[in-house]
């Protein structure tokens, strides 16, 4: 069992790509979605979007100096709610060989903390539906499924 | 029936925000969520964060110089799907008194237009599971209903 002690949050570095990468395709739904090179021109310049944009917190769980998890965060002003910024989180991983501990639920309330810290009144994300571990994961840690996620390639 | 050609897309100004929240309250879930005066400070500061944000785009539809149908856009930079930019879609909403005459998917056109102008891998929305006609509305639109929505106040 991993000490918790020991995990560490920060904001991704651009030397962090490739780990990342193998964190995106190392799940059931992203394999088949992400190249293995992280040098591409595309997850550069993606990383780089990510960075400079006040409003994203590409957020990684560091344990002994390696990136085992990782989350984005984007900040949403919005009119609704009395103008309250809403959290969206997407590209939630963790290390699928240190899953079961922990990690998780770790980064996900560092990622709350956050939202708090900018005064957010909704954390949203959406799951794919055939992910029913995490759904139970979102459930346990407080979040409501009170909604439908439509998606669509435009 | 409302002639179309009469319709005009366009970015909200400041100008719009009490309209805007006439149509943000005239919501069966958002009625009792907003204030009614436009001109508080909080409804002020959150339409120039967005209005200030090149990855904000909140579209209005006007019909005869006045403002009927509204939604959001944020423009999402991300890592998965080899860097692709997602549009993430909120408070879409069509005067009460004009449903039913094609004005939501009027406004949804011209928002999915924008995210293929910015090259967008995916489009995305949540909607209250209550929603249904909602729902039914977003599926003819060629949306996909394959996720959870999750929220939860932090």
Redesign the interface.
């Known amino acids: 069992m991993i000490d918790h002690e020991k995990l560490k949050a920060r904001r991704a570095r651009l030397s962090d790509?490739p780990q990342?990468?193998k964190l995106?395709a190392d799940d059931a739904l992203?394999k088949n979605?992400?190249?293995a090179d992280s040098s591409?021109a595309?997850?550069v310049?993606?990383?780089n979007?990510?960075d400079s944009?006040a409003?994203?917190y590409?957020l990684v769980c560091e344990l002994d100096r390696e990136v085992i998890a990782m989350l984005?965060l984007?900040f949403?002003?919005?009119?609704?709610?009395?103008?309250?910024?809403?959290?969206?989180i997407?590209?939630v991983r963790v290390d699928s060989g240190l899953r079961g501990q922990g990690i998780g639920s770790w980064i996900m309330r560092k990622a709350?903390h956050l939202?708090?810290e900018r005064d957010?009144?909704?954390?949203?994300?959406?799951?794919?539906?055939s992910r029913t571990k995490a759904?139970r994961f979102?459930?346990r840690?407080?979040?409501?499924?009170?909604?439908?996620?439509?998606?669509?390639?435009?």
């Open positions: 790509l990342l990468l995106l992203g979605r992400e190249a591409e595309c997850y310049q993606a990383f979007a990510i944009d409003n994203q590409l984005q984007t949403i002003p919005g009119l609704s709610r009395r103008g309250a910024l809403r959290a969206n997407e590209a709350l939202a708090r957010c009144g909704l954390v949203q994300l959406t799951s794919d539906k759904h979102y459930t840690l407080g979040f409501i499924g009170s909604h439908e996620g439509f998606k669509l390639k435009p």
